[in-house]
């Protein structure tokens, strides 16, 4: 009954999202323009051995479970987005029932863990996690954890291999998943020693060992499966966390007061009101229990520590971070640990009428938070204005309205936008780009070219702005540039598929038909269909 109650909450409570389109963060370059490699079930492997995204250029991103998760939507709902908004809301509910199975496997009372967990189905700091397409990755980390540490408590109480193996099993799964995945053994030691009060066993030899075979397996699956990874030492790593350490607290706010929710988030456009007074009212709740169970609250402390500092780790330090709040999915059962030892909610029960009256009346004020902010998430125009709207000072945020503006054919605002990112960051990546776009479709050539040459000097190796300087070279007349420009395209990313049909067509026009089949050829080795040689431009 109580799983039932869960996935009825939140299936309801996320239902309008099966209507959502794509943001274009990140969610179009995953399900759109990858749609060629997760139609086809045959590249599971082959998801192991890429970039999230596909890149082959500065690779940072080794999380194969997310594209085989896609590679598994797609076989049930092709391209229509209501069906990975779908696989979002069920991947959801999973990690909300596993919760729940997971807070009684710690000894909570059925009545609290339940309300626990219809906390974190309704929390509005998670609404980007379900909303977003992309944010299922959170989802898909949270199971695999939940997972993994279940049957780590039972290989702990009745020494059966296959538990071991089982946890083992989703340790790998929670790693191949996202970094935030190695934090598992750290998570169970503490665990152990604060709560468990454990001794060196051969148990824990055994899982030692197993761990390790995890961890070996797992570096030496990601280092084949990145090609051309960004360099990023321990020091840089450690720089970038103390840098970014500060959205900890705004973080935290987020959760006690969900009150300035927003979808591209950073530390100077984000209050440290709420999580200032967040820590001083927890800090006091905590106090002011009596007889409370210390291990469970520091290792509930830690919990949220731990999950959520790998995300302060940028692989660019020069660009301003955002602190995306679906990033507190796993953090935030940290926090509902804590909770669960005050004097608030230890003796929490449904059969008690002013717990049922005050925790009904929080679940509803939170799911109408949640219901409203979900509307931020709708579509790729209104997600980028609340952007830029809240976060003034995130040049991003200006590049991708500005951007938004140009697929709506709004050319000005287009204009203004990218302006306004330069101005916060001159080398802000694509904005040149996207100025020459702009001045192509105005038929402004010259002035595109020049753009299209100011985004290479920055960033020589950026696959789009090659092909739309080609583009702009093949419409002032000069082929022979523009076969040059597509062809580096080709260099770079070998899986831009335009570039090959320019190709073609290009030395359809040049009457090299041997070329033009070759580049048809390649290309059709890429998407499995018949294409047309015309130029589409």
């Not at 996935?7 to 370059?29: A, E, P, R």
């Not at 979900?374 to 945020?397: G, I």
């Amino acid at each position: 009954m109580e799983y039932l109650i869960i996935s009825l909450t939140g299936f309801f409570l996320y239902f309008k999202t099966l209507f959502f389109d794509l943001t274009y963060l990140d969610d179009n370059v995953l399900v759109l323009d990858n749609f060629y490699f997760i139609k086809n079930l045959g590249n599971l492997w082959a998801a192991f051995g890429r970039d999230a995204f596909l890149n082959t250029v500065n690779t940072a991103y080794y999380r194969p479970l997310l594209t085989i998760s896609f590679i598994l939507n797609s076989q049930f709902t092709g391209a229509a987005f209501w069906g990975y908004h779908l696989g979002n809301i069920l991947l959801h509910l999973a990690a909300a029932c596993l919760l729940y199975y997971f807070f009684k496997k710690i000894k909570y009372s059925p009545h609290l863990s339940l309300f626990l967990t219809l906390l974190f189905t309704v929390h509005p700091v998670l609404t980007q996690a379900v909303a977003w397409i992309p944010g299922r990755n959170d989802s898909l980390l949270a199971i695999f954890v939940l997972a993994s540490l279940i049957f780590l408590f039972n290989f702990w109480e009745r020494g059966q291999k296959k538990d071991l193996f089982s946890h083992l099993l989703f340790f790998a799964l929670a790693c191949l998943t996202k970094e935030s995945g190695l934090i598992i053994p750290l998570i169970a030691f503490l665990y152990f020693y604060l709560i468990g009060k454990e001794k060196i066993t051969k148990k824990q030899k055994d899982l030692l060992l197993g761990w390790l075979g995890v961890l070996i397996f797992y570096f030496l699956l990601r280092s084949l499966g990145l090609k051309n990874p960004i360099k990023y030492g321990l020091a840089e790593m450690i720089i970038s966390a103390f840098k970014n350490s500060p959205a900890l607290i705004q973080f935290l706010g987020k959760i006690f007061f969900p009150f300035n929710l927003t979808v591209l988030p950073t530390i100077a456009d984000t209050t440290f009101a709420y999580g200032i007074i967040a820590i001083l009212i927890l800090t006091l709740i905590i106090i002011l229990t009596k007889n409370k169970r210390l291990g469970f609250v520091v290792f509930g402390l830690s919990w949220f520590f731990l999950f959520l500092v790998p995300n302060f780790v940028r692989p660019d330090p020069l660009s301003i971070a955002d602190f995306c709040e679906h990033r507190t999915y796993l953090p935030l059962i940290g926090i509902l640990i804590v909770l669960a030892e005050t004097n608030l909610l230890k003796n929490f029960s449904f059969k008690n009428k002013a717990y049922l009256l005050a925790g009904t009346a929080i679940l509803f004020f939170l799911s109408l938070i949640n219901f409203s902010h979900q509307n931020k998430f709708e579509n790729r125009l209104a997600f980028w204005q609340e952007a830029a709207a809240a976060s003034p000072s995130h040049p991003l945020a200006h590049r991708n309205l500005g951007a938004i503006y140009i697929l709506e054919g709004q050319l000005e605002q287009a204009e203004e936008e990218l302006q306004k990112a330069l101005l916060i960051n001159p080398t802000e990546p694509m904005v040149h780009n996207n100025l020459g776009v702009i001045y192509l479709k105005k038929k402004m050539f010259n002035e595109a070219i020049l753009e299209f040459q100011k985004e290479l000097e920055l960033y020589p190796l950026y696959d789009q702005a090659h092909f739309n300087l080609g583009v702009a070279y093949y419409h002032q007349g000069r082929p022979d540039e523009a076969e040059k420009a597509w062809l580096k395209t080709l260099e770079i990313n070998p899986d831009y598929l335009q570039a090959y049909q320019n190709l073609a067509a290009l030395y359809q026009e040049k009457n090299d038909p041997q070329k033009s089949q070759l580049y048809l050829n390649l290309l059709r080795q890429r998407t499995g269909a018949l294409s047309s040689p015309n130029l589409p431009l």
